[in-house]
């Protein structure tokens, strides 16, 4: 019989506010703790985001990291 844990993820930010300006890049750093592993999205404005040339997530271990390389106007924004 396989168990799995019944709570919801404990998701911690390193910082709940990026300050950062136009041609510059931004890094959002996040922990999840989860059992089993939680599958982490990156949403911006509501928004599910993708990778794209800018834009870079990764994870090593329970540490989830969206970079934003060259921020641009359309990056400004909340992001969860």
């Keep these: 019989m396989c168990?799995?844990?019944e709570n919801?993820?404990?998701?911690?930010?390193e910082r709940?506010?990026?300050?950062t300006g136009e041609g510059f890049r931004a890094e959002?750093?996040?922990?999840?703790?989860?059992?089993?592993p939680a599958e982490v999205t990156?949403?911006?404005n509501s928004f599910p985001l993708s990778a794209t040339d800018r834009i870079?997530?990764?994870?090593?271990?329970?540490?989830h990291t969206l970079l934003i390389a060259n921020?641009?106007?359309e990056d400004f924004g909340n992001y969860r």
């Design 8 to 13: 919801p993820p404990e998701i911690t930010v």
């Design 28 to 36: 959002l750093l996040c922990t999840v703790l989860a059992d089993p």
């Design 16 to 19: 709940s506010w990026v300050h």
């Design 56 to 63: 870079t997530m990764s994870a090593r271990g329970n540490n």
């Design 42 to 44: 990156w949403y911006q």
């Design 71 to 73: 921020v641009q106007p």
């Design 3 to 5: 168990k799995t844990s």
